[in-house]
């Protein structure tokens, strides 16, 4: 990685990496715990990585010390850290790459090393299918299942990276790659641009009047670069000494729009792009639009798009489904982050979140929201500090005071209910009552079948005091797979019943899935964005959780919270009993 590439997510990643690898290592677990505090705080920053250290306030931060301190500002000035580079020394990399197996912690992989003398996930195979690892103690036959699944799922996910860590990596290369001598412009392509859940690729486009061996000669002087390979005459890729790649394509301004539809993909959307062009006596081959031997200029993508009977298509639709149909007469209006009003399912420091209802209202008022909904915990949810009926009184109590002290933003009073084993939500109806609104979600028995999942959710939809259904399959990207539920019967319940239905905006979840969000809008589901922030870095999760709403072309007037305050009310209170 090239200094300036590295912000503070990779930070904050290589920082666990450390702890994990010290850990392995048997090191004092005081020391473990200081590099794993480092790599929340740093996560969890509200501005910049560059910012905090430049104005002393990371310093300063809980969870930084002097060593850890230094190991960041190392990382950020040279894209290395010379300590885990030492560790990669020490450790076994096999038994790092064994954490990456969900459910698969340190202890047990030091059990599995100690023991077995296993450092390879081809061996832990072998051993989980051969017995020996589920006679160990504390594994089990369950275990040994889990880690094959696991197994299977890294496999599958290998490769990928989570949108918000890609979007970070890919703006920060972007802006290196600008302040090059002879580039006019740079622009994040790919799967970035389309805003996919997860990332393979970054692709950066730069606009030059330079011949591409010259760029090409700039990129290879670039610190950081461990290789560089030519692809042919315009494309390269660098590889970094992070351990990230990139692909760098260079065009000249008169044809930036085929390029950057090209880079911007999909393979399926510019394949019906070929078959629309060459239905009309054009071509699309070397990154550029051709009639016959004539050189079409699109120094702009709407002139391509244009020039094939099409309006523009925003790049997150770009995905070879019913796009250029859908933009025959027009360029659909859809959603943007600055028409959500309502800043929904978040979490204080009341359970597992770590701001106050103060400072999360001020900072979400500073983004321009008009409303906040409260959501944390509920009781069921002892892991996450849920709180008793008791916790909720106090901070209803608080709310109330801080409404009255705050203006410009109105705080209401929700809840994360967990949705129980038979489909009932947590607190008697009585407490339910009390709540402005509820999202209801699944954390726990993930392993019922489909049709038992189902009937628990649909059981839950049924409940008068439901506004939201939240992460309804339950996924963690490149970690976890959804769990098995009949989404046709959930959206036609929701429908029915009037309940709202989440996509939520961590990166890590954004769940529900674009490709089923068409379905649910076409047969009447109201959907809701909501953040699942637990720090104030996290209201730009939305974000994130808009691109989803525009991949599925959903327009504002479809979502939930970009309705005013009482209107939002008024859907939340529809179904309460009078």
């Known amino acids: 990685m090239t200094p300036g590439i590295m912000d503070r997510t990779a930070v904050a990643h290589v920082l666990d990496q450390i702890a994990s690898y010290l850990e392995l290592n048997g090191e004092n677990p005081f020391r473990v715990r200081a590099f794993r505090s480092a790599s929340r705080t740093v996560a969890g920053l509200p501005a910049g990585l560059a910012a905090a250290l430049a104005d002393g306030s990371l310093a300063a931060a809980k969870g930084i010390g002097p060593g850890t301190l230094q190991i960041i500002e190392e990382l950020v000035q040279t894209g290395r850290s010379t300590l885990l580079e030492e560790l990669h020394e020490a450790v076994e990399p096999g038994l790092v790459e064994m954490l990456g197996i969900s459910g698969l912690g340190v202890a047990k992989v030091r059990a599995i090393h100690g023991i077995l003398g296993i450092d390879t996930?081809?061996?832990?195979?072998e051993a989980a299918q051969d017995g020996r690892l589920a006679a160990l103690p504390g594994f089990g036959q369950k275990t040994v299942d889990n880690i094959l699944k696991g197994i299977a799922f890294l496999r599958r996910s290998s490769g990928f990276r989570l949108s918000h860590h890609a979007a970070q990596e890919a703006e920060a290369l972007r802006s290196a790659l600008a302040s090059l001598d002879g580039v006019l412009e740079a622009h994040v392509a790919g799967e970035v641009r389309r805003r996919c859940e997860v990332v393979q690729q970054l692709v950066v486009v730069l606009v030059t009047e330079e011949s591409p061996p010259e760029i090409f000669r700039a990129l290879q002087q670039l610190p950081g670069v461990d290789e560089f390979a030519g692809q042919d005459d315009r494309r390269v890729t660098l590889r970094f000494a992070g351990g990230s790649a990139a692909q760098v394509v260079v065009t000249t301004p008169v044809n930036r729009g085929a390029v950057l539809v090209q880079a911007t993909g999909s393979e399926a959307h510019l394949a019906a792009l070929a078959k629309?062009?060459?239905?009309?006596?054009?071509?699309?081959?070397?990154?550029?639009?051709?009639?016959?031997?004539?050189?079409?200029?699109?120094?702009?993508?709407?002139?391509?798009?244009?020039?094939?009977?099409?309006?523009?298509?925003?790049?997150e639709m770009r995905e070879g489904r019913d796009e250029l149909e859908r933009c025959a007469t027009g360029t659909p209006r859809l959603v943007e982050r600055r028409d959500l009003r309502g800043f929904l399912h978040c979490h204080t420091h009341y359970s597992d979140g770590t701001p106050t209802i103060r400072e999360l209202a001020e900072a979400v008022r500073a983004d321009g929201y008009d409303y906040v909904g409260i959501t944390d915990h509920s009781r069921a949810a002892a892991y996450a500090g849920g709180l008793s009926i008791d916790d909720l009184k106090r901070q209803w109590a608080e709310i109330d005071a801080t409404n009255q002290e705050l203006s410009g933003v109105r705080i209401l009073k929700g809840i994360e209910s967990d949705i129980l084993g038979d489909g009932e939500l947590d607190y008697p109806d009585e407490v339910l009552a009390?709540?402005?609104?509820?999202?209801?979600s699944i954390h726990s028995r993930f392993g019922l079948s489909e049709a038992e999942m189902t009937a628990r959710v649909l059981q839950a939809l049924d409940n008068p005091y439901l506004t939201i259904l939240g992460h309804p399959t339950g996924r963690l990207l490149l970690s976890r797979d959804p769990y098995p539920i009949d989404l046709e019967a959930v959206f036609r319940r929701a429908a029915a019943n009037r309940v709202a239905i989440e996509i939520n905006a961590d990166p890590h979840r954004l769940d529900l899935d674009w490709r089923v969000l068409r379905r649910a809008r076409d047969l009447g589901v109201v959907i809701s964005i909501g953040s699942?922030?637990?720090?104030?870095?996290?209201?730009?999760?939305?974000?994130?959780?808009?691109?989803?709403a525009r991949k599925a072309g959903m327009g504002p007037e479809e979502i939930l919270n970009t309705r005013s305050v009482d209107d939002f009310l008024t859907f939340a209170r529809a179904r309460h009993p009078r």
Do not use: C
Request: proline share 7%.
């Open 532 to 548: 699942d922030a637990h720090n104030l870095a996290g209201i730009a999760n939305m974000e994130f959780g808009v691109g989803i």
């Open 276 to 315: 629309r062009a060459a239905a009309q006596g054009h071509s699309l081959a070397g990154g550029a639009l051709w009639k016959g031997s004539e050189f079409i200029p699109t120094p702009e993508e709407s002139l391509l798009y244009q020039r094939l009977g099409v309006a523009f298509v925003p790049p």
């Open 121 to 125: 996930i081809p061996d832990l195979e």
């Open 434 to 440: 009390g709540f402005d609104f509820i999202v209801a």
